[in-house]
């Protein structure tokens, strides 16, 4: 077990709340909505990160739903709180559905965030949840594709640590690889998972017979 497992406990009472539908809101800065993004040739893309089994590209997905989202592992709510969403709202799939989703965890601290301690706390939440990371210029680089925003800070709990403000978005990724939405932080699982289930309908109905 990872030796930062202090995301466990957190996570367990997330769970909880989230399951008795009292979603809240906690960012470390204010969010901004966000417009829907259909399809734009200027944002987001294909990237290459790692995973602990090596090399990951978003073009290993093709044919499935994919959802990015920013985060790392010592974030104290945010990230917890929007894995718990991402979960509830794969278990909402049906069994098809989900086997054609993946969840992208991108961690933005690639210098704490090891590879093994990605899989163990993706895992925790969901398989079908995939953590990668890369260095610092390749997750940066991956950011600016997609409109993501983080910056260090001081810690506020620890001196000699530091901590990220970041947005925090789920990036729904069609089955061709194009980016169609950036959906919000307070997202409720049964949004996220509708708009997953859409995009298979609109799939469905445009395969030719």
């Known amino acids: 077990m990872t030796s930062r497992a202090n995301w466990l406990l957190p996570s367990l009472i997330i769970m909880v709340i989230v399951s008795t539908g009292v979603l809240f809101s906690i960012m470390l800065d204010k969010p901004q909505e966000q417009p829907n993004l259909i399809k734009s040739p200027t944002i987001g893309g294909d990237f290459v990160l790692r995973n602990i089994d090596g090399r990951v590209s978003l073009e290993d997905f093709r044919g499935s739903v994919v959802i990015l989202y920013f985060g790392f592992l010592s974030c104290p709510e945010v990230c917890p709180t929007s894995m718990s ?25 690639p210098q704490r965030d090891n590879f093994q301690e990605l899989l163990e ?5 969901h398989p079908n949840i995939l953590g990668v990371t890369g260095t610092e210029q390749e997750v940066e680089k991956v950011a600016q594709q997609y409109g993501a925003f983080f910056e260090i800070t001081a810690s506020e709990t620890v001196d000699s640590a530091y901590a990220y403000r970041h947005s925090s978005r789920y990036y729904i990724i069609d089955q061709q690889g194009n980016l169609i939405q950036a959906m919000r932080h307070s997202t409720t699982p049964n949004e996220l998972a509708a708009r997953i289930k859409k995009l298979f309908q609109q799939s469905a109905f445009t395969e030719p017979s």
Request: without cysteine; positive net charge; aromatic residues 10%.
């Open 85 to 109: 969403i991402l979960t509830r709202s794969l278990e909402k799939l049906s069994p098809a559905e989900k086997n054609k989703t993946k969840a992208i965890l991108i961690s933005i601290d």
């Open 121 to 125: 706390f993706t895992n925790y939440y």
